[in-house]
Each structure stands twice: as structure tokens, then as C-alpha cells.
T-cell receptor, first 115, second 114 residues
Framework: GAGVSQSPSNKVTEKGKDVELRCDPI?????LYWYRQRLGQGLEFLIY????????KSGLPSDRFSAERTGESVSTLTIQRTQQEDSAVYLC?????????????FGPGTRLTVT | QQQVKQSPQSLIVQKGGISIINCAYE??????FPWYQQFPGKGPALLIA?????SEKKEGRFTISFNKSAKQFSLHIMDSQPGDSATYFC?????????????FGQGTRLTINP
């Protein structure tokens, strides 16, 4: 079946502008995660959604970052007043949250460049 | 305490050789340790994962060795092939505590020379 999809694949924006990144998880996956990957670095956790539970926002680096998820489907990550240090690849992952499977399936990412 | 330290940063191995990447963690609540493989321009893909109730897990040419007392785990790639050239990330999470977010190591860029 279809994997995790993300759009756009690339986004170039000017410093100070707002951007919205989209993630479509695998159908039936109840958990959705956002991570950030800076050039040459590991992935940093940003936010986690699980069903109707309150999201785990503990990784969001500042109040300029926010995310929403509609039910168990699409999620959008919004970065307001972008800064150059926001330049990174933003990765979305989804998983079945059950005891038999913990695997997180990642999308291809959105490469954000702030000029 | 949330860090996962990975080494080396880069590794060059001859075709047919054994590639070894190491990770260490501090948080004893971690109970799930996956390894991800990432090719340029792609998202990470799960390669193999281990729970702390076993000391070793093997899938084809890939083996995870886990040392609970030392809080270390490693990935071994046997008979390394040029197609294995990629960036490898170790990660950890505390599933028992409901903490599904993964804490990643910094990554190892592996190059297999033909």
C-alpha cells in the first residue's frame, strides 16, 4: 500500500514568512510523529499525535512551531516567522500503536530552506 | 539522560568486510532499540530492532548486539556490499512508559568500497 507522503518536497521561503508542511500517514496508523533533521545530524523529535489524546509537544523548539492533526489522518506542521536556523529536513512518521508493532514508517521529508 | 551517542561518524569498509557501528545510552527506561538506514534524499527506513530481553538479533547480514549492563548496542553488517553505503542511525525509546518518540544518535555515514 501507499507509504507516508509529505508535501511539498522542497520549500524555499524568506526569513519572517510562515510555512505549512503537510503529512499524509499510512491509512490505519493511529500514531503520527514529526521530526527535524538538520544537515549532517540525527533526527530531533518535535511532536507526537496518538488518536484523540493530547499531543506530546515536548520537542517543539519554540512557540513559532505548531502542529495539528485531523482525527487519524492528515497533519500539518506550521512554522511562523521563519528563521534561518529553521532550515532543515522535516520528517513525518506514522505507526500502529499496538504491542505487536512499534515500527515508525517515515516519509521522504520536506526540505525547508529559509533565505 | 535522553541522549544516544553513536560512533563512528563515518566509516569506510572494503566490499566483503564487516561494518560495525556502536551506540551508547544513559536512560535505563529505554526498552526498544531500532536501527534505521537512510539513503540521500529519502526518509529513514527501519533495518532491524531489538528489545532488551535478548542479547543478539540477526536478520540476514545484519546483527544487533545488545549489552544491557554496559548500556550499549551495536550494528554489525556482514559481507558488506556497495549497496549498503548509506547513513545509519541508532535510536531508542521507552515503550513501557508509553514514550514512543525515538531518540536518535547522530548518524554514521558508511561507505563500502568495491
Amino acid at each position: 500500500g501507499a507509504g507516508v507522503s509529505q508535501s511539498p518536497s522542497n520549500k524555499v521561503t524568506e526569513k519572517g514568512k510562515d510555512v505549512e508542511l503537510r503529512c499524509d500517514p499510512i491509512s490505519g496508523h493511529t500514531a503520527l510523529y514529526w521530526y527535524r533533521q538538520r544537515l549532517g545530524q540525527g533526527l530531533e523529535f518535535l511532536i507526537y499525535f496518538q488518536g484523540n489524546s493530547a499531543p506530546d509537544k515536548s520537542g517543539l523548539p519554540s512557540d513559532r512551531f505548531s502542529a495539528e492533526r485531523t482525527g487519524e489522518s492528515v497533519s500539518t506542521l506550521t512554522i511562523q516567522r521563519t528563521q534561518q536556523e529553521d532550515s532543515a529536513v522535516y520528517l513525518c512518521a506514522s505507526s500502529l500503536r499496538d504491542r505487536a508493532s512499534y515500527e515508525q514508517y517515515f516519509g521522504p521529508g520536506t526540505r525547508l530552506t529559509v533565505t | 539522560q535522553q541522549q544516544v551517542k553513536q560512533s563512528p561518524q563515518s566509516l569506510i569498509v572494503q566490499k566483503g568486510g564487516i561494518s560495525i557501528i556502536n551506540c551508547a545510552y544513559e536512560n535505563t527506561a529505554f526498552d526498544y532499540f531500532p536501527w534505521y538506514q537512510q539513503f540521500p534524499g529519502k526518509g529513514p527506513a527501519l533495518l532491524i530492532a531489538i528489545r532488551p530481553d535478548v542479547s543478539e538479533k540477526k536478520e540476514g547480514r545484519f546483527t544487533i548486539s545488545f549489552n544491557k549492563s554496559a548500556k550499549q548496542f551495536s550494528l554489525h553488517i556482514m559481507d558488506s556490499q556497495p549497496g549498503d553505503s548509506a547513513t545509519y542511525f541508532c535510536a531508542a525509546s521507552g515503550l513501557r512508559q508509553g514514550a514512543q518518540k525515538l531518540v536518535f544518535g547522530q548518524g554514521t555515514r558508511l561507505t563500502i568500497n568495491p
